[in-house]
């Protein structure tokens, strides 16, 4: 058997580090809760901690989100695909919008349920997912500031979301200046500039962010800790409130490269000989948890004397060397996980997933 556990006691205390320092700083922020795929164990957890403000990517989760929290201010995270405008508009409080005449639906739509909806326009800042150019910003806002049943409250961007573009203190003065534009050119005020996400947090710590910037959007820092510049966890939080656990469904010791001829896997990886290691043998686990439910590579043991060697579909095979640990079929190793490694066990059917203290 397999199971993610989610630990309470550091989910609350990395919750308490990160509200403090948004606090001290006038910051509003919200957390991302897609990476628990709409787990209501989990989400529960996350609710209690006493959040204001949802972000998620799934309008199912944001569902089950309103269902646990009436009160809490749902986000959509990403422009809103046509089929969905109208749950979009009665689970999302706000949504993040690139498109005209996407906006001038959620409109419609938020007339008819009589609600007013708020957008977040997000704005192409060089990583080339969503927003909006520059350059067409004034028109864009002309366009969609005075329709019915809208109200925009704020400008946003994303960073290292798909071509790895990292958030510069330049950038983030770039997008205060577009709202400085905006507020001058219609005479109003957009609450806010949602530049923050985990990824600039650093830029936080570093007394490098624009006064201007007053909104963040926070999920791996919450969960991981992580200081996405250095790779590192930030002083003061913990790396580990998920934690990995998987049986040993077989354990022997064997040659330390294959026998016969090779072909490529089922992944379409092929495997080199490294001709030192013809002779020598060691010992190997198999856990019962496979690449149907995570890719090996986001894996990190915490024995540090073990190695991950790869995975087939449901079954992961772990290098434990001289297997000094005493290691026997039926004992369960223990891993942390990257990011992506935890987005692909919460979405497995397969894993059970559980709340410690």
């Not at 071509?163 to 205060?176: A, C, E, N």
Request: proline share 4%.
């Amino acid at each position: 058997m397999a199971v993610l556990k989610l630990c309470r006691t550091k989910l609350r205390h990395n919750y308490n580090h990160l509200d403090r320092i948004f606090r001290e700083k006038g910051i509003d922020w919200g957390i991302v809760t897609k990476l628990l795929c709409g787990e209501e164990t989990f989400l529960k957890e996350v609710l209690d901690l006493g959040v204001k403000e949802v972000h998620d990517s799934r309008v199912s989760n944001l569902i089950a989100i309103k269902k646990m929290a009436p009160d809490v201010q749902t986000v959509y995270i990403k422009p809103a695909p046509k089929q969905s405008i109208p749950d979009i508009i009665r689970y999302a409080d706000v949504s993040f919008e690139t498109e005209l005449d996407i906006i001038r639906l959620l409109s419609e739509e938020a007339v008819r349920q009589k609600v007013t909806h708020k957008i977040i326009i997000m704005i192409e800042m060089g990583d080339l997912r969503e927003g909006v150019m520059g350059d067409d910003l004034v028109n864009f806002y002309a366009q969609i500031f005075k329709l019915p049943g809208i109200s925009v409250i704020g400008l946003g961007a994303n960073f290292n979301c798909l071509h790895g573009v990292m958030p510069t203190q330049d950038k983030l003065i770039q997008l205060s200046l577009y709202k400085q534009i905006i507020d001058a050119k219609f005479n109003l005020e957009i609450p806010w500039v949602s530049g923050g996400t985990s990824v600039t947090i650093p830029l936080l710590f570093n007394h490098q962010m624009p006064k201007g910037v007053n909104h963040f959007r926070i999920g791996e820092a919450l969960f991981f800790g992580l200081n996405l510049f250095t790779g590192e966890t930030f002083e003061g939080m913990h790396d580990d409130v998920f934690e990995f656990c998987a049986e040993i469904i077989e354990l022997n010791q064997k040659p330390m490269i294959p026998i016969g001829t090779l072909a490529e896997n089922p992944s379409g990886e092929s495997f080199e000989i490294d001709e030192r290691l013809y002779g020598k043998t060691s010992h190997r686990a198999i856990l019962d948890v496979g690449l149907l439910d995570i890719n090996p590579k986001y894996l990190l043991p915490k024995d540090k004397a073990l190695s991950v060697v790869g995975a087939s579909s449901d079954m992961l095979v772990v290098e434990l060397g001289e297997n000094e640990q005493n290691y026997k079929v039926g004992d369960v190793l223990s891993f942390n996980l990257r990011y992506m490694g935890a987005l692909s066990i919460m979405n497995s059917r397969y894993i059970a997933k559980e709340v410690v203290e």
